[in-house]
């Protein structure tokens, strides 16, 4: 029997009182406690529906000069392709079989995809060195050249996860019994 | 067996000159004289008079802290596509080829690097476990490694390997360049069920997200149900520790899983109730089919197998007795059998598995062949323990479709094939890239 089987049987307290009591005398129990506070820097999980999403905003037209400043040198000038790929969609969802060239705007599911990703991987030389406003207003740039949101509109933790992508539906699991019950 | 034409007939199990596995064994050499023209009892000229060579005479060299193979085989090296370190994805190729047996040497481990390879200070290296568990936790590598351990050979395998395949004309490409991105090592490291239960699963949490801390910060969601099954912090490789580019100081390893799902450098767990839809699940390793529909969380590598040698550049160098050799594999399990065809898959013989095949590992698989120095289309098709049968390429491409033009080696254009490949022998003995 688990450790987790167990704890789904009883009550909180106890299943503590238990894991407390097991934990120190079967495993090396090696690993140090960290407060949520101490370990918020690494945290930079973003969820579909907006948790974890930091304050901030940003619009499609500071998005697009910052664009020039960190991005275009590899993704080419308004984000059409450079060493490395482009960032627009070439034509709507849905793709059709190998070889199609995915973008955010035909592709991508979810569009906290895009500020996740940014903030954790981008500038591919220089990670982590954007701002939170910075990020948005990027990703709502992004956002607007694939056509998904307007000129104005302003991207920040509400109205980022209410984005609906264009090929959201288009997506099913490959291994539905591997898939986690709800 | 007494030497003689009617042994070869006797021991043919498919056509174009496939012969039973068991002349693989040690009284397969008096098979071998059944061969006449073939291995040599007939055809060799007399050998030359023996004398002693030069470093029979002399002391040799002084032993390396850490040796490294001779001189002699400078060639079997990885297939790097970004020596200048450009920024961009790099990966490095494991040269099937000039290799046998089941283990991958660490140094021709296949390498997929999304941010190039982290030089990272163990001492200073630290994973965390926190989200939906009683308490938040940090383990220093000195502390993983007091930790009980457990060792298990499984391959490891890139969603994208063997992707060239998906081109509708066959890319002219070696066995290394179209299924280099897969390897088998022993892998050693902590259960990540252990580590779970010390920080104390919430109810609640159905995934695991992991990240690495190389620079893309590179993440993936993992059902819990894996953690709970066999999934490890690796810490060692083949007996030593993680190579650099496979994810030192630590990294997730899934057994049978999407390689990319197996994060490197790992320094952080986070145990939720969804999956965060990551750039790399999100966008790169899944695909749309023909029908506009995609496959997501692709999680399983599935049964496979190619054939190592003869393949392109290292083709049989004359008519006669041809070792053809593999490797089979299935993340759903051992191996259970290897069929191989000499004619394109018009017929076919049972392969001999070398060894006792283990669960989501390479098995080595071998058959002999008496080639009449004819055209032959080379084919293997492996089974698994839960019943999957690799597809042909028919049958996957009227599923997973293929290109309307034609793809080079290089390319993606799409992820998991697992389709039977085909090598063609022309009468030079040269190999090429074929579908049949």
């Given amino acids: 029997m688990s450790m987790r089987r167990v704890e ?13 009591v097991s934990a120190g005398a079967e495993g090396p129990n090696l690993g140090q406690p960290i407060s949520e506070a101490d370990l918020a820097p690494w945290d930079l999980t973003i969820m579909p529906d907006g948790t974890g999403l930091p304050p901030g905003s940003g619009t499609p037209a500071q998005g697009k000069q910052l664009f020039a400043t960190y991005c275009a040198v590899c993704h080419g000038e308004n984000a059409k392709g450079g060493i490395v790929e482009g960032l627009v969609a070439e034509n709507p969802p849905p793709l059709s079989g190998p070889g199609s060239v995915k973008s955010i705007g035909n592709f991508w599911p979810v569009s906290t995809t895009i500020f996740d990703f940014i903030r954790r ?13 910075q990020v948005y207003a990027l990703t709502a740039y992004l956002l607007n050249i694939n056509k998904v949101i307007g000129e104005t509109e302003v991207m920040d933790a509400t109205s980022l996860p209410q984005v609906k992508m264009p090929n959201r539906d288009n997506f099913f699991p490959e291994f539905p019994k591997l898939m986690p019950r709800p | 067996m007494k030497p003689n034409r009617d042994g070869l007939a006797a021991h043919a199990v498919a056509s174009n000159g496939l012969l039973h596995r068991r002349a693989l064994l040690g009284r397969g050499l008096a098979l071998a004289g059944a061969m006449g023209a073939g291995v040599g009892v007939s055809t060799g000229a007399a050998a030359e008079p023996l004398t002693e060579p ?4 002399v002391p040799g060299g002084s032993m390396p802290p850490y040796q490294v193979p ?7 090296v990885r297939l790097i596509d970004n020596p200048n370190n450009l920024p961009q ?7 099937h080829q000039l290799l046998s047996g089941v283990i991958t040497p660490n140094g021709l481990h296949f390498n997929v690097n999304h941010g190039s390879v982290p030089d990272i200070d163990p001492a200073k290296h630290k994973l965390l476990i926190h989200g939906l568990v009683k308490r938040p936790l940090v383990f220093a590598v000195d502390a993983l490694l007091r930790y009980p351990m457990v060792s298990r050979i499984n ?18 490409a070696t066995v290394q360049q179209i299924h280099g991105f897969a390897s088998c090592s022993d892998w050693t490291g902590v259960p990540l069920s252990v580590l779970l239960d010390e920080a104390g699963v919430d109810p609640k949490a ?11 910060h590179l993440t993936r969601s993992l059902p819990l149900g894996k953690a709970f099954d066999d999934a490890i912090v690796a810490l060692y490789q083949n007996g030593e520790r993680l190579m650099p580019g496979n994810g030192y100081p630590m990294r997730l390893f899934l057994p049978g899983w999407e390689g990319n799902m197996n994060t490197k450098y790992l320094r952080r767990i986070k145990l939720t109730d969804g999956p965060t839809l990551s750039y790399h699940e999100a966008h790169t390793y899944t695909d749309p089919l023909p029908n506009g529909q995609s496959f997501q969380f692709y999680f399983v590598q599935e049964v496979k197998s190619f054939i190592t040698s003869p ?5 049989p160098k004359a008519p006669g007795y041809v070792e053809l050799t593999g490797v089979a594999y299935s993340g759903n399990g051992r191996i259970t059998k290897v069929m191989v065809s000499a004619d394109g898959g018009n017929s076919w013989g049972e392969a001999a598995l070398q060894g006792t095949p283990l669960p989501k590992a390479f098995t080595r698989f071998r058959m002999p062949w008496q080639w009449n120095g004819g055209p032959a289309v080379l084919q293997s098709r492996a089974w698994d323990e839960a019943g999957n049968v690799q597809p042909t390429r028919a049958e996957f491409i009227a599923l997973r479709g293929e290109t309307k033009s034609p793809a080079s080696w290089q390319s993606f254009p799409s992820h998991h094939f697992n389709a039977v490949a085909s090598w063609a022998v022309d009468p030079k003995g040269e190999v090429t890239n074929v579908y049949a």
Wanted: charged fraction near 15%; include cysteine; hydrophobic fraction near 40%.
């Fill in chain 1, 8 to 20: 789904t049987g009883i009550s909180a307290l106890a299943a503590l009182l238990l894991f407390t």
């Fill in chain 1, 121 to 133: 991987a981008m500038p591919y030389t220089q990670p982590l060195i954007l701002t939170n406003d």
């Fill in chain 2, 54 to 57: 030069d470093w029979s005479l």
């Fill in chain 2, 70 to 76: 001779s001189r002699f085989e400078n060639n079997v």
């Fill in chain 2, 89 to 95: 994805i790099s990966h490095a190729r494991t040269p």
């Fill in chain 2, 155 to 172: 391959f490891l395998e890139c969603g994208g390997n063997s992707a060239s395949l998906f081109s509708n004309d066959p890319a002219q």
């Fill in chain 2, 206 to 216: 159905r995934w695991f997200i992991a990240e690495g801390a190389d620079a893309p």
């Fill in chain 2, 311 to 315: 393949s392109p550049g290292v083709g």
